[in-house]
């Protein structure tokens, strides 16, 4: 029976967004080849935290991402997704940027101060092929070698990170990668950073690409467990007044969870990218006319 029910509350969350999606997101989106305007996309975002389906609070709940390991949320989360980038891929992607970080801000125990989002990728990708290799002590290839610099050390001029997101952000979550310490996230404010538009990398039209770094040296990690054994003994997270951070077995996991999670969402986003692609396509191909006829009859 409690299955039953956890379904029925699953199909009326469903119902929930996409009617939100038609009425809130539809109009905006009309005219495809004029990207909305920043205010019209954090108005659908906040509204989309007020229905609940974006969980930007301190305690969980059944906000995107919340619990991926339920799989009715996941299933909600995927839908979520799906369903916004129908209409708008960059609204969707700022929804997803802003849950991960979310449950970043969950994880270490901070109070979120205005807009948080996460940077996962540098100038050169995501750069997973180095993950592994440098976790296990293995020699690097010079590709592998540029990834890791490019992606998981501290961001400077010579290595930025990216960040695909609304302009109106205050804080971003970086992953760090250090041999002696392992996954480091560090909260960044954003009065800390040097931010710079830069020309888009994407086609996520709403949102602007943004290189992001920061002058002074990665923040005195001494207050984090250093040896394995007290990494064992304390798997919370160490948080600083005014740079929250976590480190030892929360911030690996932390750092796991969520490329898991960026990998589920791009997949969720792309699929209806493509499935909406087709359908105007087929549009397109029932009016356009060539040789006398319509496209589709040819």
Request: proline share 7%.
């Amino acid at each position: 029976m409690n299955d039953v029910l956890l379904e029925d509350d699953l199909r009326a969350w469903q119902d929930a967004v996409e009617r939100y999606a038609r009425q809130e997101l539809a109009p905006l989106c009309a005219q495809s080849e004029h990207p909305m305007p920043p205010a019209d996309v954090r108005r659908v975002v906040h509204g989309l935290a007020e229905l609940g389906v974006l969980n930007l609070g301190n305690e969980p709940a059944m906000g995107l991402w919340d619990d991926a390991s339920d799989p009715l949320q996941r299933r909600l989360a995927l839908h979520v997704l799906q369903t916004l980038a129908s209409y708008s891929p960059g609204v969707a992607y700022q929804v997803h940027g802003q849950a991960l970080a979310a449950r970043l801000d969950r994880c270490a125990g901070g109070q979120p101060d205005g807009v948080t989002i996460v940077s996962l990728q540098g100038w050169l990708g995501l750069g997973r092929d180095a993950v592994v290799p440098v976790i296990q002590g293995r020699p690097l290839s010079a590709g592998q070698q540029a990834m890791l610099a490019d992606n998981w050390t501290w961001p400077t001029p010579a290595h930025p990170r990216l960040v695909h997101a609304l302009p109106d952000w205050q804080a971003v979550w970086m992953p760090i990668w250090q041999a002696d310490m392992g996954w480091q996230w560090w909260r960044v404010p954003r009065a800390a950073c040097l931010v710079q538009p830069c020309p888009d990398s994407h086609g996520l039209d709403e949102l602007q690409t943004q290189q992001v770094w920061v002058e002074a040296d990665v923040p005195d990690a001494a207050a984090a467990p250093s040896s394995r054994a007290a990494i064992r003994a304390s798997t919370q997270a160490s948080v600083q007044d005014a740079w929250p951070h976590l480190a030892g077995i929360a911030a690996h996991e932390a750092w796991l969870s969520l490329q898991t999670l960026h990998a589920l969402g791009l997949q969720a986003m792309s699929q209806a990218v493509v499935r909406q692609a087709g359908v105007r396509a087929q549009e397109q191909a029932h009016l356009r006319r060539q040789g006398g006829d319509t496209i589709v009859r040819h």
